[in-house]
């Protein structure tokens, strides 16, 4: 009885072999972008593991890899144009351009720009490997990697200190709202305690600008990943200020309540950390109780197949393209 050969052959392996070749190029071509750019890499670690403000830097890749494999799941057939097809010249040109701006950027020392310029970089080698249908699946993971890179020392001072005047003064007209009698000077809030006066210094490092970029990638994630129409996706990127800086004020309101009542300075610490570890929960409760309003707002109405059965649709954003049924 002879063998029947299980693996296929002709065209369908042909085509089989060819896209797993491609795979392989972009696989080998993403390592090589990523050894050129290791010492810019190997700073941003730096950046997450010691600035507190920028520790969800950790996150940014693995969320963005997320991202991406649901838009390839959802839509496999736009991947698809990317084998076999010539490689498009404007790619190449984005990445070549891309690498000569970093060139440029490392001799002048502008080590912020020549950073950024792995975006660029990333979105020509998707580009000149997977055609436009990778691009248009890739794009809002690429964007997402933004949430790498921390702000440019001059935008950074330009917004913490605002942040730090608005969380002082907003901490201090809400503690004497409830009830405590206390001082402003400049960014120290002199509390009157049972114990003494208390100082409760909101330094720089309590601006909220960590809530801030932190709760910025986390709804910029939800937008991507929800069914939303744009106006809410609208809101919703525009609510991430007010909530964090709700979130910070209530977390210093939170530890001068406790600098009241604690006595010592071990509950001083402890009333900080632990205020400040209640943050992010808090400010994704607010998030999720603005998702219920504008659910209740604009309520959205089921898709109904032609069969006549009604089934939710989630897709990621572009091309009005739905998801799987859930």
């Given at each position: 009885m ?21 795979w ?6 993403g ?5 050129a ?6 700073e ?13 830097g ?5 969320i963005a ?6 838009r ?6 736009e ?19 891309a ?5 440029i950027?490392?001799e ?11 975006l ?10 997977g055609?436009?249908?990778?691009l248009r ?7 997402f990697l ?16 605002p ?17 405590f009698w206390?001082?402003?000077?400049g960014?120290v ?20 600008l ?11 994630a ?16 525009l609510?991430?200020i ?19 009542y604690?006595?010592g ?23 999720g ?5 504008l ?10 197949e ?5 089934r ?5 954003i ?9």
């Amino acid at each position: 009885m002879q063998a029947i050969d299980q693996h296929p052959t002709g065209p369908e392996a042909t085509a089989r072999g060819d896209a797993r070749a491609w795979w392989l190029a972009l696989a080998a071509a993403g390592i090589v972008l990523g050894l050129a750019y290791a010492p810019n890499l190997s700073e941003l670690l730096r950046i997450w593991t010691h600035d507190e403000n920028y520790t969800h830097g950790f996150l940014v890749v693995p969320i963005a890899m997320f991202l991406l494999w649901r838009r390839i799941e959802e839509t496999p057939a736009e991947v698809e144009e990317g084998p076999g097809t010539s490689a498009p010249w404007p790619g190449w040109a984005l990445l070549t351009v891309a690498l000569v701006a970093r060139a440029i950027a490392y001799e002048r020392n502008l080590q912020w720009v020549e950073t950024a310029t792995l975006l660029p970089a990333v979105v020509g080698l998707v580009w000149a490997f997977g055609g436009a249908g990778l691009l248009r699946l890739a794009w809002p993971a690429i964007l997402f990697l933004v949430f790498m890179l921390p702000l440019p020392v001059q935008v950074n001072s330009l917004i913490a200190l605002p942040l730090q005047r608005i969380a002082a003064t907003g901490s201090y007209i809400l503690l004497q709202l409830s009830g405590f009698w206390l001082v402003q000077t400049g960014n120290v809030l002199h509390l009157t305690t049972p114990f003494g006066i208390r100082p409760l210094d909101v330094a720089l490092a309590c601006s909220g600008l960590k809530m801030l970029m932190t709760l910025a990638a986390t709804v910029t994630a939800t937008i991507l990943l929800l069914p939303l129409p744009n106006w809410k996706r609208f809101a919703l990127m525009l609510s991430a200020i007010p909530i964090a800086l709700v979130s910070n004020i209530s977390r210093i309101v939170a530890t001068g309540w406790c600098y009241y009542y604690l006595e010592g300075e071990s509950g001083q610490h402890w009333a900080h950390d632990i205020s400040g570890w209640m943050m992010m929960p808090m400010a994704l409760v607010l998030v999720g109780l603005e998702l219920k309003i504008l659910a209740w707002l604009s309520p959205e109405t089921p898709q109904e197949e032609p069969g006549g059965e009604n089934r939710m649709v989630l897709p990621l954003i572009g091309g009005g393209r739905g998801g799987p049924a859930v």
